[in-house]
């Protein structure tokens, strides 16, 4: 607690999970720091509050940017008070995603990018993977090139901790460019949501995301917004969004 790691670089190879990994960090900042090539999180926070990240850059790693939170003995922890500015993301390995974001409450994600590039399908899945958030805002956040969908939101029983169940957050002036870019899935678009329940239809999980002024911009598959297992509980609200028709020529549609 009370440090911070500033202008240096993590350079993995293979057998090296993750580059610098903080566990129940507080008042920590991390400036202009490069983890690159790490099978697992270049950046893996678990259990933290009052971390500051900026000008940060991961590539070629599993997941660049972790805060999934939930892991073994640390079960019901989560992150609180994450300030994220100006981090990008490059090129995550094929099943990977630029930010992994669960288990965290009362945080936000400023001008930070997720890119992919190369080879079309060797690409990521996921520019911001989501999922049991509470609070959280992601401003001018952009993504370019991913492999399924931009922005993936996520929840069912099985994500929830003791205190955060379900998705609640905001995506502000965000922006997405050549989404579902590995083609013929032709489902996932820019903004894809899933909600999961457990057997029996119980509602112990919510999905409830408010999108204001977002652009797109050439969506590879058909789909721009797309959502799978709706339910009562499952709301994604759109406010003055732009949606523009992707290179094929198919009409961009909204599910």
Not at 80 to 91: G, M, V
Not at 97 to 110: K, L, R
Not at 159 to 172: E, R
């Amino acid at each position: 607690t009370y440090c911070s790691f500033k202008d240096f670089h993590l350079l993995g190879s293979s057998n090296c999970d993750n580059g610098l990994r903080i566990l129940a960090g507080s008042e920590i900042q991390i400036e202009r720091v490069f983890c690159q090539q790490f099978d697992d999180s270049g950046f893996l926070l678990e259990r933290c509050f009052m971390i500051t990240m900026e000008q940060c850059r991961a590539k070629s790693c599993l997941t660049n940017f972790n805060f999934a939170a939930k892991a073994g003995v640390d079960a019901e922890g989560y992150n609180t008070s994450i300030d994220c500015r100006n981090c990008y993301s490059l090129d995550p390995k094929i099943n990977g995603q630029g930010f992994y974001i669960n288990d965290m409450s009362y945080s936000a994600f400023t001008a930070c990018g997720s890119d992919m590039s190369g080879t079309v399908s060797n690409r990521g899945r996921y520019g911001y993977r989501i999922g049991n958030v509470s609070s959280v805002a992601f401003n001018g956040c952009g993504a370019e090139g991913s492999g399924y969908s931009s922005f993936y939101f996520e929840a069912s029983a099985a994500l929830n901790t003791g205190i955060i169940a379900g998705v609640k957050c905001s995506l502000n002036d965000c922006f997405s460019v050549g989404a579902d870019a590995r083609g013929g899935v032709g489902t996932f678009g820019s903004i894809y949501s899933s909600l999961s329940e457990e057997t029996g239809g119980a509602t112990n999980s919510t999905i409830n995301v408010s999108v204001k002024n977002f652009t797109e911009k050439d969506v590879t598959g058909s789909v721009s917004v797309a959502s799978t297992g709706r339910e009562i509980k499952h709301d994604i609200r759109l406010d003055n969004c732009s949606f523009v028709n992707n290179p094929t020529g198919n009409t961009a549609t909204l599910q």
